[in-house]
């Protein structure tokens, strides 16, 4: 977590810093990065960096942070509104926006590519503090599922939130990772839809089902 005189600094200031950090753990990774660099493109110097961070895993840290709070942000008009609309549109609507900011923002992809995949030391800080988060959005939406009578019963919503928290970061990855064309993205947005639909809502709720 930066220290406070971090966020004493302008608007300007810290974003400066931020954006010259991504760049250089989006192109090199963590293991690779050069705090030489950081603080050079930042225009700062070293002594006034350890006044702003502990060390290079809090700056990093710090940028999983705001990639984070972004995505939470964008997905505001979703949370706002997700009783009066059906678990499917919901969980669609989940997906597409955090693809959207990887789309947008690929250096925050390139970041959270190096963070998964390189940095298992990191992941048990992750989960244990965004876990929860994840874990009670995708509660919410099935609770209110199940309260309109979408689920099939008996299922054990806890352990369906994890199982599609991980699914959407799984295909995200995927999908951002090789390219895809938007045809082609939604035809795999519909095929995973399609699948979590079948698997938890009544068959009178799946999209093309008997009503």
């Known amino acids: 977590m930066p220290k406070q005189t971090f966020f004493n600094l302008p608007k ?3 974003e400066v810093i931020e954006q010259a950090a991504l760049d250089e753990f989006a192109e090199y990774g963590f293991d690779n990065s050069n705090m030489n660099r950081i603080v050079g493109a930042s225009g700062i110097s070293k002594g006034s960096f350890y006044q702003y961070f502990d060390d290079k895993k809090d700056l990093y840290y710090h940028l999983i942070d705001t990639i984070v709070t972004q995505k939470m942000k964008m997905l505001e008009p979703v949370f706002n509104t997700y009783e009066a609309n059906t678990f499917s549109y919901n969980f669609e609507e989940t997906f597409r926006i955090g693809l959207e900011l990887a789309d947008s923002k690929p250096k925050y992809y390139l970041l959270g590519e190096d963070f998964a995949a390189k940095q298992p030391a990191f992941i048990k800080e992750f989960v244990e503090k965004y876990n929860p988060l994840a874990m009670d ?22 352990l369906v ?19 895809t064309q938007p ?7 519909a095929e995973l839809i399609a699948f979590i639909e079948r698997s938890i809502l009544k068959s009178s709720e799946v999209r093309g089902g008997a009503t």
Do not use: C
């Open 12 to 14: 300007t200031k810290r």
């Open 137 to 158: 959005i995708y509660a919410k939406f099935l609770e209110r599922a199940n309260q309109n009578g979408e689920l099939r019963e008996g299922l054990d919503i806890g």
């Open 161 to 179: 939130a994890s199982f599609i928290s991980s699914l959407i970061n799984q295909t995200t990855v995927g999908l951002i990772a090789q390219g």
């Open 183 to 189: 045809q082609q993205r939604d035809y795999v947005i």
